[in-house]
Structures are given as C-alpha cells and as structure tokens.
C-alpha cells in the first residue's frame, strides 16, 4: 500500500523514529530524572512529587526488590493500584530493578486475579488495602511470595495522609477486613530501600518490560509480551506525533485513565516523562464533580479519555465554566470518538478532540489524527512513523483501493508474542504482522476508517469484554441451559454486553443471572441486558451465530 499519508503529517512530524535514542526505559527514565530534577512530576490529591524524589523513592524500591525480596532480573512484579503516586514509584522501581511489571485491574475478582497472577508466574504483589481482601481469597493458590501493601492516602503530607487513610476506613468504609500476616508495608519497604544498595541490572532493548494482559480478539486474558524496545518505539512514536505541539517542562496532562491502562501507561506516564512534564493523577474519575474541581485547581494543558469520560465532562454543567485557554492537546482513544461528542467538546473547550487507535499487542499506538487537523473528521488517523499497514480480505491478500479489510500491522511497536501461548502468537501474527481483527478502509489522503470488528470481542468503555469468558460463568449456573454473550450499542459506554439465555429451569429470572455474573466478573462485564429464549441460532454443527443475535439485538 503506497504511503500517501507521509505527506498529510505536519513537516515537523518524522516518517521514521530515531531508534537508537533509547536502548531501555531505564534509560528514559534516568535521562527524564536527572534534566527534570526540581520540576513536578506527579500530582495526586494536591500532593506533588518531583522527579527527583520519584528517583529517590523508585531507586529504593528497586534496591528492595534486589536485596530484600532477592527477585531478580526477569522476575514478575504484579502491580494492582488506581491512580495514585504509589504507582510510579513502584512502576519505574521494579523496571530499574531488571523485573516485568504486570499490571493488573484493582477490580478484578478473585477468580481473574487468580488466573493473572498465576499465568504470569507473578512473585511479587503491590497492592491497595482497599482490594486486600480479594488477594487473600487466592493469594495461597497462586506463586506469590511477598504481598506489598499501601493505603490510598500513603504517599500524602504527614496530617493529610492520617486523615485520608482514616476517612476511607473508618467513614466511607472503603477497606474490607483482610487478613494478610506476612505482607509488608510499602512505607516500610521504602523506607529500608533507602539504605540499601541499588545496582543497576544489563538489560537489553529486546528484554521483556511488561506483561500486559489482554484478550486480543478471542478468548480468556492473555500477556502481551512487551519489550523495553517495544515500549520505547512506541513512546518515540508518539513523541514524533504530539511532540511538535508540546513545550518540554511545561505541560500539565489530566491522567483519568488508569495507568495500568497501556494507553495512559505509554500516552501519559511515558511521553509526558520523557517531556519533562506534569501527570495530574486522578484516582477516581468516575466521580465526575470531584474530577472537575481538581481541574480548577489545576491548569492544565492536555488531557487523555476515552469517548464516554469526555461525554461525562460535557454534561457537567461546572466542566463548561472551566478556563480552558491553556489547553492543547486532546487525545481520544480505547474506543471509538462519537462524533457529537468531538463536535460539542471542541465548541465548550476550543480544542480539536483528536482521535487515535491502538491496541495491547502493539504498545499500544497504531495510528492517530495529526495534531493540525482543524475539526474531527471521523477517522483513527494515519499510522505513527516507523508503521506499516495493509487491508487485507478473508484470503489474506491486499484488498482494492476504497474496499475494507482486516488491518494488519508492522513496527518495532507490535509485541514478541503472547506469553507462554505460541499457537495464539502464531495465528495473531501472521507473517510477522500483527492481525488485528478490525476492519477498516483508508481514504485518499491515506486516513484510516474504523468499520466493523472481525471477531466478537465487546468495547465497554474502552475495556476489552470478551464473550468466551461470560458465557463459561453464566454456564456455571445449574438454571443455564444454554447462552450466548453480544455487544450492543448503547450511549454511555460505546457498547454494553447483552446475554441470551435458553433456561434449564424455569424459575430463573434477569435478576438472578445479574447477580450470579457479580459474583465473578468485574462490573464492566457483567451483563446489561438479559434476554430469554427458547432456542438459539446455530450452525449446521452445533456453534452458536453470535452475529446473527448481534444483528437482531
């Protein structure tokens, strides 16, 4: 496919990436420490941390692991944590200490964190006491050998840290009893990494930085296997892309997104590191009102979301009296931008809401609007520098100029592999493209159109839902004959999962099946819709037509 798109980027927008720039994250991190000593790295709660005391605290994080812990290079650091400046901390301190950092989702259940933690071989844990209580249901089934606790308001000032951790406890009675003997303490561990030796590991580019778990299209969560050199292609890419409209040291980026999010962990904790910037963390962006009055006390000049977090914003009647004059970039991804909401978000703030696409597997940026563009138009952009991109149809060949097909992907982004799974790595790539079973055309100017996805896998709000997995629980109820799990539109959330369900027993209700599905799945997946059938369409051998119910639904 020619590559017309080379000259729709802006002139200062590279064609290829500088890849010997950085061999490690270590490297970036130790560049971005020492020139951006004295300013602000992190912001959380009205706390700030700057780059050298995230150095200190990361180096002794690191030094624990090394000489307390005795993990070595190599060894898995399971991270479960919201937005808070614990994560970087431990983020950027288990990566100096050689190890891969698994990032896990703080609402997982017992059953998924279990297969997570067990698939990645994870020996280490750092996590939240407020999520305490569900390690401790599976911690003894899985190889986890020491279990790290922080509370949420840990890293604040002396009065306010004892305040925070009271309230969460005692008053919204946010932390279930757990019971945890042999964990320790992170204000503890970091306190003893101090005086402690940290060396610094010899790690290559193509040694593994993160264990990112996703589904991919199909079935149960799989790690993407990402290499430092992986991550620091894309966090150039993406430097290559937005850079040109950002000042280095000056920007302040709203980071709602989770970080252990790959599109908040490379668009947000990397690039904004790397530019020796500001991350404003928020630790519960759900709370809309709170959210925005963090956003007065903060002048901000980007910000990253998901479609339904910018929708949320506009409908705060305080989000539109906000002072957005400083404001530069706006970068959606995860999900599709809705077009209304790019629309309305450019007339309330005066900032294009530019859309990007990517995936886990790929670090995940793919491709994203030029940052010059004077209004959405619709599309996920042209592909970052260094990328290449072919439409390919059911028989794997290039298809015709203005025909859709499947978008396969080559870069020194795209991932070594799924974890321990060769045969789902050998199908997902092949010929050393990465196949991503969306299905896409590209216009004259070479920007790329979102059609329709090949598989089944469900969008809620940006998080990968997929049908294999709440299909086996609701199966697991003894009322379940048979059932069925599709995506359907809906307003808030892109998508939310809809069941169809043949009953066994005839007492069964909506409610129950809801119910049953909290028990074991994270509230995103649990189901929306319930709806009940007598039969479900079929192949002639037996294989349920999701599509055909999709379709009807």
């Known amino acids: 496919m020619d590559k017309v798109w080379l000259n729709r980027y802006p002139k200062d927008v590279p064609a290829e990436i500088d890849s010997a720039r950085y061999q490690t994250l270590i490297d970036v991190f130790e560049e971005g420490a020492a020139k951006h000593a004295d300013k602000v790295a992190f912001i959380n709660m009205g706390q700030v941390m700057t780059y050298r005391r995230l150095e200190e605290q990361s180096r002794a994080f690191a030094a624990y692991l090394q000489n307390e812990l005795k993990l070595n290079a190599g060894d898995r650091v399971a991270l479960m944590m919201p937005n808070l400046l614990q994560y970087p901390i431990c983020l950027f301190g288990a990566l100096r200490a050689g190890m891969v950092v698994v990032n896990v989702n703080p609402l997982y259940t017992p059953r998924e964190l279990k297969h997570q933690l067990n698939d990645s071989g994870a020996k280490a844990i750092v996590i939240v006491s407020n999520f305490a209580h569900i390690l401790e249901e599976i911690v003894e089934e899985t190889g986890i050998e020491h279990v790290v606790l922080t509370r949420l308001g840990d890293q604040l000032s002396a009065t306010k840290r004892t305040l925070v951790n009271f309230v969460v406890k005692y008053v919204k009675k946010m932390v279930p009893k757990y019971h945890l003997p042999h964990a320790q303490s992170l204000r503890y561990v970091l306190s003893k990494g101090q005086h402690l030796q940290y060396v610094r590991p010899e790690i290559k580019s193509e040694d593994l930085a993160f264990l990112q778990y996703t589904g991919g299209t199909t079935g149960v969560a799989k790690g993407a296997m990402l290499s430092h050199s992986n991550m620091v292609a894309n966090l150039l890419q993406a430097l290559g892309i937005v850079g040109p409209c950002l000042r280095e040291g000056k920007e302040v980026v709203v980071t709602a997104l989770p970080l252990y999010h790959i599109f908040a962990l490379t668009a947000n904790c990397m690039v904004f590191f790397a530019m020796g910037c500001q991350n404003l963390l928020i630790t519960n962006p759900r709370d809309i009102p709170t959210f925005v009055k963090e956003l007065a006390k903060t002048p901000f000049t980007a910000i990253t979301g998901v479609n339904t977090l910018f929708n949320a914003l506009l409908n705060n009647d305080d989000f539109a009296k906000l002072d957005f004059a400083r404001l530069r970039l706006s970068l959606g991804g995860g999900m599709s931008v809705q077009r ?151 307003e808030v959330s892109g998508e939310a999962v809809k069941v169809f369900i043949v009953k066994k027993d005839d007492s069964l209700n909506e409610k129950q099946v809801i119910e049953h599905c909290r028990e074991f799945l994270t509230a995103y997946k649990v189901p929306k819709l319930v709806e009940f059938r007598d039969e479900l369409p079929k192949t002639n051998v037996g294989k349920i037509l999701r599509r055909a119910l999709r379709e009807e639904a």
């Open 340 to 490: 209304a909401v790019a629309e309305r978000w450019q007339e309330v703030t005066g900032s294009r809401l530019i859309e990007g696409y990517g995936l886990t597997e790929c670090a995940p940026l793919v491709t994203v609007c030029p940052y010059d563009l004077e209004a959405y138009n619709g599309s996920i952009g042209l592909p970052a520098p260094s990328t290449d991109i072919k439409l390919v149809g059911e028989d794997g060949e290039e298809v015709g100029d203005g025909e859709s097909g499947e978008i396969l992907v080559k870069g020194p982004q795209v991932m070594q592999g799924y974890w321990q799974r060769p045969e789902a790595t050998e199908e997902s790539m092949p010929g050393g493209w990465f196949a991503t079973g969306d299905i896409a055309t590209v216009d004259d100017q070479g920007f790329f159109h979102i059609v329709d996805r090949k598989k089944d896998m469900i969008l809620v709000s940006g998080f990968n839902v997929f049908p294999n997995e709440i299909e086996e629980v609701i199966s697991g109820n003894a009322k379940v004959l048979e059932v069925a799990a599709v995506g359907v539109p809906n």
